[in-house]
């Protein structure tokens, strides 16, 4: 059974840094892409980055580029998303997937960890 457990949200500051972590289990995680999407509230999901199986290729959507650093750690099956430079706009739910994906095609997400930037 795929499992992915998101953590590491929380209440932020306008212009701070969070670091988001994803613990995945059930597959073998090395076998896949993996991808962060969120959601704002009353707004559909929102593909935020994506990276290769070693993790040496992340891609990132056009507007997130320079202020969020996806990484993996394959030795202990886990995803992150670094937050840099947050603002309200980054308010939202946020959730790792399973592959190369970009929203509501993506198989398998975890329950999400919320993001909550102040002003």
């Known amino acids: 059974e795929v499992r992915l457990v998101e953590s590491g949200g929380g209440l932020v500051q306008s212009g701070g840094s969070l670091r988001l972590s994803c613990a995945a289990s059930g597959f073998t995680f090395s076998d896949y892409f993996m991808t962060w999407v969120r959601q704002a509230p009353g707004k559909r999901l929102d593909w935020v980055a994506s990276?290769?199986?070693?993790?040496?290729?992340?891609y990132y959507e056009a507007s997130k580029k320079g202020r969020f650093t996806v990484s993996r750690d394959n030795t202990k099956n886990t995803l992150y998303l670094q937050l840099h430079s947050a603002t309200t706009e980054d308010t939202a739910m946020y959730y790792c997937?399973?592959?190369?994906?970009?929203?509501?095609?993506?198989?398998?997400r975890g329950q999400g960890t919320q993001v909550t930037v102040s002003s």
């Open positions: 990276i290769n199986y070693d993790g040496e290729i992340p």
């Open positions: 997937a399973q592959g190369d994906c970009s929203g509501a095609n993506c198989r398998y």
